[in-house]
């Protein structure tokens, strides 16, 4: 531990940047995980409510049972977590551009992931090759890579908020399949894009309040369903 009650779980480097994880645990005890991507600061579990709200609001908006679902990226693992305790959730792919993430997740690094849980498969590839290669395949695409279209943890993800990105994604879907994407801002620009995509129905942006050391944010998830008949 260093001296500011800072204790390092894993640092790696590779063709995406340094990826850290660590614990901190303040005066009082508590202990909070902190994870940082190429140098910017990706998330702690400090208040986990919106990457949680990302699942639960996607999948509240998915009829049926034995539903697939993508979650990209992994994170902490709270929005993956989330979509396994759903009991219609039948598998949850994870696509997540740090290998060593993946396999900090397999050593159980990762508290709230159940990592053994057979419906779980985590992938090391960037989401938008996963979601080129998966026409027609999920009922919720759950995306949480960036801080947010304009706060970008990698500058080549800019495509995935481009209306061939979104295309991308929406095709990924079964109809009637939900896309959901979390930002730290409110983004209303991504919300009017997803709109103009044809074949594309029920675009909601949803507000979500957070207070951080005293101080209000305004998160958001853009919601999207591929439109067409409900299978
Ligand atoms: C903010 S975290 C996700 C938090 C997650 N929702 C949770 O609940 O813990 C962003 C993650 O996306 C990953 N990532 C960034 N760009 C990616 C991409 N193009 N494809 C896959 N994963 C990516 C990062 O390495 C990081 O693990």
Known sequence: MFDDGLVE?????????????RRRTHPDGTAVTELIVDGVFAMDDVDTATERALATEALARCPGE???????GLGLGWTAATALADPRVAEVDVAELQGPLVEWAGRGLLPVLPADDPRLALHVIDVADHLA????????????VDNGP????HRTNAGLYSPA???????????????????????????????GLPGVADVEHLALPVERDGRRFDYAIVLARRAGAPR
């Open 9 to 21: 779980l894993g640092r790696a480097s590779g063709a995406h940047g340094e990826v850290v994880l």
């Open 165 to 195: 990105g979104l295309t991308t994604a929406i095709a990924a879907l079964r109809v009637g399949g939900v896309l959901a994407v979390w930002s730290s801002d409110p983004a209303p620009q991504l919300a009017d894009r997803l709109a």
């Open 66 to 72: 034995r539903l697939r679902v993508l979650v990209g």
């Open 150 to 153: 304009g706060f970008l943890v």
């Open 133 to 144: 290669a998966s026409p027609g395949r999920y009922d919720a695409a759950l995306l949480d």
